[in-house]
T-cell receptor, first 113, second 114 residues
Framework: DVKVTQSSRYLVKRTGEKVFLECVQDMDHENMFWYRQDPGLGLRLIYFSYDVKMKEKGDIPEGYSVSREKKERFSLILESASTNQTSMYLC????????????FGPGTRLTVL | AQSVTQPDIHITVSEGASLELRCNYSYGATPYLFWYVQSPGQGLQLLLKYFSGDTLVQGIKGFEAEFKRSQSSFNLRKPSVHWSDAAEYFCAVGRSGGYQKVTFGTGTKLQVIP
C-alpha cells in the first residue's frame, strides 16, 4: 500500500519561529509537492521537486523554502513564521509519468500565533 | 493559463439520492481533468481522471464523470449516494508537462442526510 506521511498532524508555532514540515514517501517517486489549502481557495502549489536537490517554485513560494536531500523526503521550511501562514499543508508525490496517480499525505494543520 | 470553477460551495443530498457535482474549466486545448475527494482530516484521494479517449470516465467508489468539450465541463456523478460519501470534492485541471501545472478548484462540500 502506497504511503505519504507527514511528520505532524497539528502544529502550533509562534510568529517569527522557524518551522519545518517533513514529508516522506515510500514509493520511490521522483516528484514531490507542497501545497497549502485554505477555505474558498482550494489547493495552491508552494514548491515542487522533480529530483534530489532539484526544486521549482510554485504559485505561492513567498515566505517558504524547501529541501530535498534524499529522494524519499521533502521538507517545507518557514524561515520566519507569520500569522498569514496559518493553514493546512499537504504533501504529495508521483512518479514521472503523467498517467500515474498523485498520492497525498494526510496534511499538517499549522497554526501560527 | 488554465482555470477551474466549482460553482457550488455546499450541496446537501439525501442518502440514496443521485448526485451531480459541477465543474467548469477554462483551457485552450484538451485538458487533463481530475476529481479528488477529501474526507474530514484526510489528504486528497483521486476518484478519477481524464487524459484522452472515452469521455465518460469511471472511477472508484461508484463515481463517474463526463468530459463535455462543448460545455467546458467535467461533472461528477453518482447514482446513489451513501452517508460515507460526505466529504469535500475537488475538481482539477492540468495539461501536459507534469502535475506541477495542475490547478485545483475551490471545492464542493457534500452533506448527506438520512
Amino acid at each position: 500500500d502506497v504511503k505519504v506521511t507527514q511528520s505532524s498532524r497539528y502544529l502550533v508555532k509562534r510568529t517569527g519561529e522557524k518551522v519545518f514540515l517533513e514529508c516522506v514517501q515510500d514509493m520511490d517517486h521522483e516528484n514531490m509537492f507542497w501545497y497549502r489549502q485554505d477555505p474558498g481557495l482550494g489547493l495552491r502549489l508552494i514548491y515542487f521537486s522533480y529530483d534530489v536537490k532539484m526544486k521549482e517554485k510554485g504559485d505561492i513560494p513567498e515566505g517558504y523554502s524547501v529541501s530535498r536531500e534524499k529522494k524519499e523526503r521533502f521538507s517545507l521550511i518557514l524561515e520566519s513564521a507569520s500569522t498569514n501562514q496559518t493553514s493546512m499543508y499537504l504533501c504529495a508525490s508521483i512518479t514521472s509519468g503523467n498517467a500515474d496517480t498523485q498520492y497525498f499525505g494526510p496534511g499538517t494543520r499549522l497554526t501560527v500565533l | 493559463a488554465q482555470s477551474v470553477t466549482q460553482p457550488d460551495i455546499h450541496i446537501t443530498v439525501s442518502e440514496g439520492a443521485s448526485l451531480e457535482l459541477r465543474c467548469n474549466y477554462s483551457y485552450g486545448a484538451t485538458p487533463y481533468l481530475f476529481w479528488y475527494v477529501q474526507s474530514p482530516g484526510q489528504g486528497l484521494q483521486l476518484l478519477l481522471k481524464y487524459f484522452s479517449g472515452d469521455t465518460l470516465v469511471q472511477g472508484i467508489k461508484g463515481f463517474e464523470a463526463e468530459f463535455k468539450r462543448s460545455q467546458s465541463s467535467f461533472n461528477l456523478r453518482k447514482p446513489s449516494v451513501h452517508w460515507s460519501d460526505a466529504a469535500e470534492y475537488f475538481c482539477a485541471v492540468g495539461r501536459s508537462g507534469g502535475y506541477q501545472k495542475v490547478t485545483f478548484g475551490t471545492g464542493t462540500k457534500l452533506q448527506v442526510i438520512p
